[in-house]
């Protein structure tokens, strides 16, 4: 699975919308770009994916660029529940039953 | 959506002793399951794979003989941390696959388990 690298921390006003980016300079052709976040102490929740086509659902959006050597993960409006640790993963589509692979993420602070 | 439940959700043992971590896929049929550990303020650290009715795959450093994984059936995956000593304390987190109609897999994570050895 290729190596993703985010930044390690980024603030964010609450009610602005957060922005993180992720970068997969080697990412495959067959390669999905997931992300999950995991709340202190919790187990990581599904967020988001996309395969070259921007996403939306109703939590957030993902940019994934035409080169696809990277992406954004955007909270439209970030709550103060949107503090966490946000983790960009790749993956096979059905590569190894799902396995995943986790960086260091990118821990969001929303402040009031 | 799909469920996965771990029990226990935290656990406090002596050193030596053995503790066993449940999880459990709660609304669907789960052929493989994953187990990771998180040290504090660390990443997910995949430990193991594991498939129902066959041995477990571990990842490279992680002792098998100490993490005995058991996947008996479907929906019930169990670790077991053997002779537990203060530096196996951690956050242990099992995830779920589920198979999709177009044979996309998608992963489902459970609340987690926090052991702490004394």
């Known amino acids: 699975d290729a190596k993703t690298t985010q930044p390690p921390s980024m603030d964010c006003a609450e009610g602005r919308a957060a922005n993180l980016p992720c970068n997969h300079s080697?990412?495959?052709?067959?390669?999905?770009v997931y992300w999950y976040r995991q709340i202190h102490s919790q187990g990581p929740q599904y967020i988001i994916h996309g395969l070259k086509n921007n996403e939306t659902n109703e939590m957030a959006s993902l940019i994934i660029t035409e080169d696809r050597k990277s992406s954004t993960l955007i909270l439209p409006h970030a709550t103060l529940r949107d503090t966490a640790v946000y983790y960009c993963i790749v993956r096979g589509y059905n590569t190894n039953a799902g396995k995943s692979t986790f960086g260091d993420g990118t821990t969001l602070t929303v402040k009031p | 959506g799909a469920v996965v439940s771990q029990h226990p959700s935290w656990v406090i043992c002596k050193s030596g002793t053995s503790v066993k971590i449940e999880c459990r896929s709660l609304d669907f049929q789960a052929t493989t399951m994953f187990w990771y550990r998180q040290f504090p303020k660390q990443s997910l650290m995949l430990m193991a794979t594991s498939n129902e009715g066959s041995k477990a795959t571990y990842e490279q450093g992680v002792e098998k003989d100490k993490f005995l994984i058991n996947h008996a059936s479907l929906t019930l995956s169990t670790l077991t941390v053997t002779s537990a000593h203060p530096e196996d304390s951690s956050f242990y987190i099992c995830?779920?696959?589920?198979?999709?109609?177009?044979?996309?897999?998608?992963?489902?994570f459970g609340p987690g388990t926090r052991l702490t050895v004394l």
């Open positions: 995830s779920a696959s589920r198979s999709g109609t177009s044979g996309f897999n998608e992963q489902f």
């Open positions: 080697t990412i495959s052709g067959n390669e999905y």
